[in-house]
């Protein structure tokens, strides 16, 4: 491989691990070529395609306003109290987890809780760990689309 299509290949994984969706292309460049004073520097030199191609991703991206990660699913019921449990368990997660909010969905005919926004599987079971001693019979890892990251 060429050098300069190396130097490509390491931009384009470098700007997976950024949080891309307000940022446009020719930003997300000028930023990985910043001048680190004490860390010396990165120059960037490769094709508009390149860019176009970068610019294209990004645009897909933000419209789909989040990453693909994993949520814990705690409660899945439906009928006549459904609705009422979901929230009596949404308040017992308020009140025993710090930063995790519980999230109720209604997928008829269940209503169901979530919790977290975990980005990796790892970061999730070790969250399960945690709630299964609350949620033994129901808590599992799902799949899930998850807001972007801070």
């Known amino acids: 491989m060429k050098k300069a299509g190396i130097i490509s290949l390491l931009s384009l994984t470098l700007l997976t691990c950024y949080n891309l969706n307000a940022q446009n292309s020719a930003s997300v460049f000028t930023q990985l070529q910043s001048n680190i004073p004490g860390q010396g520097t990165v120059r960037i030199d490769q094709s508009n395609d390149i860019s176009d191609l970068v610019a294209l991703h990004l645009a897909q991206k933000s419209r789909i306003n989040g990453v693909m990660g994993y949520k814990i699913s705690v409660y899945r019921g439906s009928g006549q109290n459904a609705q009422k449990q979901a929230e009596l368990i949404s308040a017992n997660i308020l009140s025993k987890y710090d930063n ?20 990796t599987k790892s970061e999730a079971l070790m969250f399960l760990k945690l709630i299964s001693k609350d949620y033994p019979d129901d808590a599992f890892i799902r799949p899930s689309l998850i807001p972007f990251p801070d």
């Open 100 to 119: 995790i909010k519980p999230e109720r969905v209604y997928e008829f005919p269940f209503w169901k809780v979530y919790v977290g926004a975990f980005r």
